[in-house]
């Protein structure tokens, strides 16, 4: 079977033949061998997606591959079509007697499915394009081949050392194995890496949000050669900050203070709510910790009868609260929040907003990896005064945090 389509390889390919002066059409094209490579994982796709279990039962494999030349608008290709021994596949991307192709199908079949639109709708909008009627579970097969690209991302090696880390997980609704809804968590590990540019580090799904599975992540991180997170931005969730120790012993871990408002609020009766958050701007809003902690006890002294639970989760929470206090202000807007990560998340959700239910786990992180890679075009530059706040770092953590 032809190795699996490698998108980074042939930009680097094309983009090193355009530098050579090659051109981009005809038939010593540069583009030529990724749209040959895209049709014919297309092809496999469609092979994939006809031989079902029912038929594989009865007999039916795949029997050799036929090849020929078909012109496209970048130049003429070589196209293996897959063979089945009862010679019942059909594909219908490009047909048995067919020897031209429509511009870009397959790349546009894959781009429309990281956008959020359905296979069905992708279905019909093949039909009423070209005239191509293509089954939700063809489509489904070709998208599929980015999976093996998914799991090599997956498993690639990190940097050593991240100077900050922002941990937070989105929640969807899947179908299990016995046609079920059920909870799904998807854990995202979101860094700044030493040039100052976001990338995501991981992404795992899991049946629901908790402590021992982010352990499980954070010992994953190691495995790829994470050695030293300087901070770490995390909400509230109990046990989170421990299992960041156990890992990361040396990680400062910074609780995410606008989650602790969120939840402070939820206990605040409405006719007090926007005095009660007048007083409590001064706890996170101080220049120090030592301030902070003075506009704290103003609070109690006078919300603490009323409301000793919301007190009493600023008081036992106070230290990882007020750990943003230590650095200066480019820092604290950084990592006093999760707003970086839940920046991502709205990406995400913009592709994902139209899915119900998934049908399964695979459905799901396909479609979020295909949206994390579009989102990911754009993080192309530093994030705003990486030059300072990288120097600070470097002498606030002069022995873990090396710039040269």
């Known amino acids: 079977m032809k190795k699996e389509v490698d998108f980074n390889i042939f930009k680097a390919q094309i983009l090193d033949d355009i ?30 997606a006809h031989l079902t279990q029912e038929s594989r039962e009865s007999g039916n494999r795949r029997n050799g591959k036929m090849q020929k030349q078909v012109q496209t608008p970048v130049g003429d290709i070589t196209v293996t079509t897959p063979r089945d021994r009862d010679a019942s596949f059909d594909p219908q991307f490009i047909k048995k007697r067919e020897t031209m192709l429509s511009e870009g ?45 998914l799991e090599a991302w997956r498993n690639r090696s990190l940097d050593e050392v991240y100077p900050i880390v922002w941990l937070d997980a989105l929640h ?91 939840n402070s609020m939820k206990y605040v009766g409405s006719k007090y709510q926007k005095e009660f958050m007048k007083d409590l701007k001064p706890v996170y809003g101080a220049v120090t910790k030592d301030a902070g902690e003075i506009a704290l006890d103003k609070l109690e002294g006078k919300w603490g009868e009323q409301y000793p639970i919301v007190i009493k989760s600023w008081r036992d929470n106070w230290e990882r609260l007020s750990e943003f206090f230590q650095y200066s202000e480019p820092i604290r807007k950084l990592i006093y929040t999760t707003n970086t990560v839940e920046g991502y998340h709205r990406q995400i959700r913009k592709v994902t907003k139209n899915k119900g239910v998934f049908p399964n786990d695979t459905a799901l992180i396909k479609l979020v990896y295909l949206a994390y890679r579009n989102a990911s075009k754009k993080w192309t530059m530093p994030v705003p005064n990486w030059g300072i706040i990288s120097q600070q770092l470097a002498i606030k953590f002069e022995d873990r945090y090396n710039l040269l």
């Open 172 to 262: 969807y609704k899947v179908m299990d194995e016995k046609n079920r809804v059920v909870s799904r968590a998807i854990y995202n590990v979101l860094g700044i890496d030493k040039d100052g540019h976001k990338d995501l580090l991981g992404m795992y799904v899991s049946k629901s949000e908790g402590a021992n599975f982010w352990l499980s992540v954070l010992t994953d991180l190691q495995n790829r050669g994470v050695k030293d997170i300087m901070i770490a931005c995390i909400d509230g969730l109990k046990g989170f900050p421990d299992a960041i120790k156990s890992v990361f012993p040396d990680t400062a871990v910074q609780l995410c203070v606008i989650h602790q408002i969120r």
């Open 19 to 48: 530098k050579a002066g090659k051109p981009l059409f005809g038939k010593d094209g540069a583009l030529a061998p990724m749209i040959e490579n895209i049709v014919n994982a297309v092809l496999e796709g469609e092979m994939d």
């Open 105 to 149: 199908m397959a790349d546009r079949i894959i781009g429309l499915y990281a956008l959020g639109t359905s296979t069905r709708d992708i279905s019909s909008w093949l039909e009423e394009t070209v005239g191509t009627s293509v089954s939700a579970e063809t489509i489904s097969s070709i998208t599929d081949r980015v999976l093996p690209e």
